[in-house]
């Protein structure tokens, strides 16, 4: 049987063949660990663990404090669960944090929950039924709605929820933009995480996205078309338009398409539109998130950087910020 560690020994020759993927066998009742990273969440913290507990298919939840400094970590204590454990990451950032959970995580799966979002009810069971359907599958993932800060309901994603995102070999289509978004909807096999060698901790921002792309490159992805997450959308995420420009982004694309691992599973010559498309899908996603939060002027002129990089992506890209509009 090959195993992570032999896929990624493999020459890159050898990578390309669509055929090699890691054929790991899904067991009859997997564990799941739940990683939360968290750094002065103290509004928020609570929901989300019990979000996270209320699932029955986890078998624990590791929060990993990033030097918090309000009173998240008094609340995280205070919380009875067996399955609850609290460790300390002294600000070395959301990617060490997670790395460190996943570290010690005795799961087969992972997820990594944003410590101010909340799980959907039978959010893990889903994604746990759609992995024993597909027992090639390295990732799993869902969809997810958005929330405010008073976790009311902004989002209408419930209007998309008969779409069918990529499933199978999806490495080619997740290099050219991240269609998962968040992590709170993914699980990942352990083994597989910690064969690519998880989190890149130089990266500052979609540092999700290139590990999925390298876990795309050693197998495959399956889609469960469930709404599995509250996705919670305020002034404080770091991802808001409010504070991130396209240009906070594009060192990721560059580490993306400087990766070996990546390059060497992409089709022949296709790197460079990819790399091409996946500026524009995070431009337009700028774009999206500055007219969430009002920043319409903003918004024109992220349009304005897609229109210059390709006029024929302008009317898709001006019609997903339509939509985000109503929140969708």
């Not at 669509?18 to 969440?41: D, E, G, Q, Y």
């Not at 876990?215 to 991130?244: C, Q, S």
């Not at 982004?249 to 580490?255: E, H, L, S």
Request: aromatic fraction near 6%; charged fraction near 20%.
């Amino acid at each position: 049987m090959i195993t992570a560690e032999d896929v990624l020994e493999l020459s890159a020759a050898s990578r390309v063949v669509p055929a090699v993927r890691l054929p790991l066998p899904a067991s009859s009742s997997p564990s799941v660990s739940v990683v939360i990273p968290a750094k002065n969440v103290a509004a928020y913290i609570g929901e989300t663990l019990a979000s996270a507990l209320a699932q029955g298919e986890v078998t624990e939840v590791i929060v990993v404090d990033d030097g918090s400094t309000d009173g998240t970590v008094a609340i995280v204590r205070a919380i009875r669960d067996p399955r609850l454990r609290l460790m300390t990451n002294d600000s070395a950032g959301v990617s060490a944090a997670r790395n460190l959970g996943a570290r010690h995580a005795s799961g087969d799966w992972l997820l990594f929950l944003d410590a101010d979002d909340r799980l959907r009810s039978g959010a893990v069971a889903a994604l746990l039924a759609a992995a024993r359907g597909a027992p090639r599958a390295v990732l799993v993932y869902g969809d997810y709605n958005t929330i405010d800060s008073e976790g009311r309901q902004i989002g209408r994603r419930e209007l998309l929820k008969g779409r069918r995102k990529p499933s199978g070999d999806v490495l080619a289509r997740l290099a050219s933009g991240n269609f998962i978004v968040n992590g709170g909807i993914v699980l990942t096999r352990a083994e597989a995480f910690r064969a690519i060698g998880g989190f890149d901790v130089s990266l500052r921002y979609c540092e999700d996205w290139h590990c999925w792309c390298r876990l795309a490159a050693i197998g495959e992805f399956e889609f469960a078309p469930k709404l599995l997450l509250d996705y919670r959308l305020h002034t404080a995420n770091t991802m808001n338009a409010a504070v991130r420009t396209p240009q906070d982004f594009f060192p990721t694309i560059a580490r993306v398409f400087d990766d070996g691992l990546i390059l060497a599973r992409l089709p022949e010559g296709a790197a460079a539109g990819l790399r091409r498309a996946a500026e524009i899908h995070l431009v337009t996603y700028s774009a999206m998130q500055a007219v969430r939060f009002g920043r319409y002027r903003q918004a024109l002129t992220y349009l304005g950087m897609v229109g210059r990089r390709s006029l024929r992506s302008l009317p898709r890209a001006a019609a997903r910020v339509a939509l985000a509009c109503f929140g969708i």
